[in-house]
């Protein structure tokens, strides 16, 4: 069993910065990819960032490369999503996901997620 939790969610202003954590435990951490995605009221869950577990293998969804950058500490189990220079449309609940092998874009191929943390970006 894999538990994710993550946090650093809140409000913040248009312009500014929040870093987003995300707590692994119940397995080796450091030989699966995690990945942060997003869902917006109204709107599908989308891809936002992911990494594989070298951190050698990263990618990011187009509206948010050079904003937001994604990391991991393998002996901590923790991945990190540090989001600048926020925007309206980046308001949405975050999630931190986990899959075996190399990152991925796609919802589908992640096995366990966290329960969420909010992020409300205001102007």
């Known amino acids: 069993q894999v538990q994710l939790v993550e946090s650093g969610g809140g409000l913040v202003q248009a312009g500014g910065s929040l870093r987003l954590s995300c707590a692994a435990s119940g397995r080796t951490f450091r030989y699966y990819s995690m990945g942060w995605f997003r869902q917006a009221p109204g709107k599908e869950r989308e891809f936002v960032a992911a990494i594989g577990w070298t951190s050698a293998n990263t990618d990011y969804a187009d509206s948010v490369k050079g904003r937001f950058t994604i990391s991991r500490d393998n002996a901590k189990n923790m991945v990190y999503l540090q989001m600048n220079t926020l925007k309206l449309e980046d308001t949405a609940v975050y999630y931190c996901?986990?899959?075996?092998?190399?990152?991925?874009?796609?919802?589908?191929?992640?096995?366990?997620w966290g329960q969420g943390t909010q992020v409300t970006v205001s102007s």
């Open positions: 996901a986990t899959k075996a092998g190399l990152p991925d874009i796609r919802t589908s191929q992640y096995e366990y």
